[in-house]
């Protein structure tokens, strides 16, 4: 026919009933997703007197209250005769952006529902963009861990050069655990409600108040199954010269990170095509 | 569909596209249940869908057509018709239960005005942010934004955020950003319904010049007026079903003459043929603007009459019939009701046969934004009888100036709400202290 010899030019987008979004869609909206990372943090901080502040202010304060309940009253050991707010912190730093992150991508989809009812784009814009806007934050708040090693006059050795590999493991474990979040949010609003308080014990299960040296050897593997573990086990040992994360623990949070994030991204796939029917 | 349309490549091809929802919510793998009802027992589900199987409502039904290059495309059709449905899958935004779509091209949706925007942001980052919602690249938006800085004509406040803005500039800049796409297909939901007359006009006019630049536009409207002046080629549907398909009058004319559309006149010349019965026969009913001429937009800040005209047939004294109206929205949700009752110096008068004209005003600041269709009943007591009960006999309009003089006032975004009554309020500073400081 001869109108598909002219149309070939320009792209065609086929409408079906089992038809997914294109991934390559997503690359296409890179502008989107950072423009909404950016929305996300100027929102944030707009019209707040701290601004940026609250990235130094939501760690430093919870490393006060740990440091006094646990590390002082509670006597918590820290690793090496490290001081315990130090310790407490370089815990935090990774745990707040997890917890922020997960907690914000898990209601990206659900908060946007006007503009998913009323416009097209890949669905995975939301819940990275969601996260993309934690990062500064997580930037902010290595920075105050530094200076605060710097008052107890310490400094990182060279395993820093290690900190970005951990760092990208917990963008993948957030952004792992948040794709579910998102999803789940759309279908079972119960989900909403549990979040926090899986945050909560999840925080727990994690060594960040006190050392991951407490589990015993046997259990580490199954320790590890938390990815937030491996994380935090990483910075520490990055940034503070802890002994090295035990390998089975760390082997077992990038296995457990990469196979919720191919689920999530699986799960989300299938299922954002209903999302503006549902939500 | 003019002569040389067929030779024109394709850009929009639909074949049998069907749209099933199921109680409200879509059908398919992914529904939407509370986890307790997910985890019940099987059969306790099984029962439940067996039930919602009852439920389900087809939007759309074995919908084909094919729109070429630079053709622009009407589709109209009563609430519920499907209208928006179709445009909800071509877009992209949800998918189709059954059929196949294919758009040849860059496409950009439309369906809502001020799509990404945000409050707090200021003019500028709203454009980047729209921009790209609506499938800009950001170098592409940086090129424009000057050109729809212009258009929107505030360049004065691009800078500041757009929470202080007044709400015509709002829709002003919200609509600029989404004028300035150069999609090969346009698809465009009623947006113009929003806003006053000045910025409809200037809507119409940037899409009829999007059009005549060989651009695809797919225009889903109530407004004939407004579909005459841009479309070249009308799809009406009915049902979820595509009943007509053609050249605008002639589309126009089979939709107004199947009784398709409700317009805001209704009139019964022949009594013979009219709802009624030995009693009393409806005339004709009419939506009356401030100046007294029919109109199908209503202003909601202004008072308006609804006339009703009636043949009262008997001589009988005793017999009084009286009018009463629904206003219904378009969810047929009824907003309020009323009888002429109301005239009582009427219902004492000893009533001879004849013509009976009864006329409602309804009040300013009354109604909420949106279609509004009207059911007149002619009924007696004693014994209770209705003689004639007309479903949708007329509808109208009614629009937001936006002009700031609404209950809304100043305020740009959507407002809830089935009725916008004008309620007093006082408001006055009583005491001098803050309670405590407010640290964030």
Redesign the interface.
């Known amino acids: 026919m001869n ?1 598909e010899t ?2 070939t030019t ?10 997914r ?1 294109a991934l390559g869609e997503l690359w ?2 890179r ?2 997703m950072v ?2 990372a950016w ?1 996300d943090l ?2 944030r901080y ?5 601004g940026a502040g ?1 990235a130094l202010g939501q760690p430093l304060l919870m490393m006060g209250v740990f440091s006094v309940f646990l590390g002082v009253l509670a006597k918590v050991p820290a690793p090496g005769g490290l001081p315990y707010p130090v310790f407490v912190l370089s815990g935090l730093v990774p745990w707040v952006f997890f917890a922020n992150s997960v907690t914000s991508t898990g209601q990206s989809v659900v908060g946007s529902a ?8 890949p669905r995975l814009v939301m819940p990275i963009a969601a996260m993309l806007a934690w990062l500064p934050d997580l930037g902010i708040s290595i920075a105050l861990l530094l200076g605060v090693m710097a008052a107890w006059g310490m400094a990182p050795g060279w395993g820093i050069v290690a900190l970005p590999l951990f760092a990208v493991l917990a963008v993948c474990a957030a952004v792992a655990v948040g794709l579910w979040v998102a999803a789940l949010n ?5 989900v909403k409600y549990a979040i926090p308080f899986l945050l909560q014990v999840g925080m727990f299960a994690t060594p960040v108040v006190y050392s991951a040296e407490l589990v015993p050897d046997s259990a580490q593997v199954l320790y590890g199954l938390n990815p937030m573990a491996g994380v935090v086990e990483g910075f520490r040992w990055a940034l503070l010269g802890t002994p090295a994360p035990h390998a089975g623990l760390l082997a077992a949070s990038v296995a457990v990170t990469g196979v919720v994030m191919a689920g999530g991204l699986a799960y989300f796939r ?2 954002e ?2 999302f ?3 939500i | 569909m003019s002569s040389d349309a067929g030779a024109r490549p394709l850009a929009v091809r639909v074949e049998g596209i069907g749209k099933r929802y199921r109680a409200g919510h879509t059908d398919g793998l992914f529904r939407y249940r509370s986890l307790r009802e997910e985890l019940s027992p099987r059969r306790d589900r099984r029962h439940a869908d067996a039930g919602d199987a009852d439920r389900t409502m087809w939007a759309l039904r074995d919908v084909s057509f094919e729109i070429r290059e630079g053709e622009r495309v009407g589709i109209i059709g009563r609430n519920g018709a499907g209208k928006s449905t179709l445009l909800k899958v071509l877009s992209g935004i949800t998918p189709p239960t059954e059929g196949r779509a294919e758009i040849h091209g860059r496409v950009a949706s439309l369906l809502e005005v001020g799509a990404g925007f945000h409050p707090e942001l200021t003019g500028r980052e709203n454009i980047f942010l729209a921009g790209a919602v609506l499938g800009m690249r950001r170098p592409e938006i940086a090129r424009k934004v000057d050109d729809i800085v212009e258009f929107a004509g505030v360049p004065r406040f691009i800078d500041t955020p757009v929470k202080r803005y007044s709400s015509g500039m709002y829709l002003r800049l919200a609509f600029s950003v989404a004028a300035h796409l150069e999609p090969d297909v346009l698809l465009v939901d009623e947006v113009l319904a929003v806003g006053d007359a000045e910025f409809q006009r200037r809507c119409l006019g940037r899409m009829e010049e999007i059009g005549s630049r060989g651009r695809t536009v797919v225009f889903v409207s109530h407004s004939m007026p407004a579909v005459l002046r841009l479309c070249e080629r009308v799809v009406l549907l009915d049902g979820g079903r595509l009943v007509a398909d053609g050249p605008p009058h002639e589309v126009i004319r089979t939709y107004l003459d199947a009784g398709l559309g409700t317009s805001a006149r209704r009139e019964w010349p022949d009594p013979a043929d009219a709802p009624g019965d030995s009693i009393a026969r409806l005339r004709s009913i009419r939506i009356l603007g401030g100046d007294g001429a029919v109109t199908e937009t209503v202003d909601l800040t202004r008072p308006f009459d609804v006339e009703v005209e009636y043949h009262h047939m008997t001589n009988d004294p005793a017999s009084r019939p009286f009018v009463s109206l629904h206003f219904v929205d378009e969810h047929g949700v009824c907003l309020f009701a009323s009888a002429d009752f109301g005239d009582e110096s009427w219902w004492r008068t000893p009533r001879a046969p004849g013509l009976v004209r009864s006329r409602c005003r309804i009040p300013a600041d009354l109604l909420a934004e949106g279609k509004v269709f009207v059911r007149v009943a002619i009924g007696s007591l004693d014994p209770v009888t209705v003689h004639a009960d007309e479903h949708d006999a007329v509808a109208f309009q009614v629009v937001d100036p936006n002009d700031g003089t609404g209950v809304r006032g100043p305020y740009a975004n959507e407002w809830p709400g089935v009725v916008r009554p004008r309620l007093a309020w006082e408001v006055g500073q009583v005491g001098g202290e803050v309670p405590y400081q407010v640290s964030n």
Not at chain 1, 46 to 50: H, P
């Open positions: 109108d002219v149309t320009r792209p065609v987008r086929v409408l079906e009933p089992d038809g979004i296409s909206a502008d989107l423009l909404l929305r100027k929102v707009a019209q707040s007197l701290l609250w006007q503009l998913v009812e009323k416009v097209a784009f759309v279908a079972y609003r119960d299938r299922v095509r209903w503006a029917d549902v």
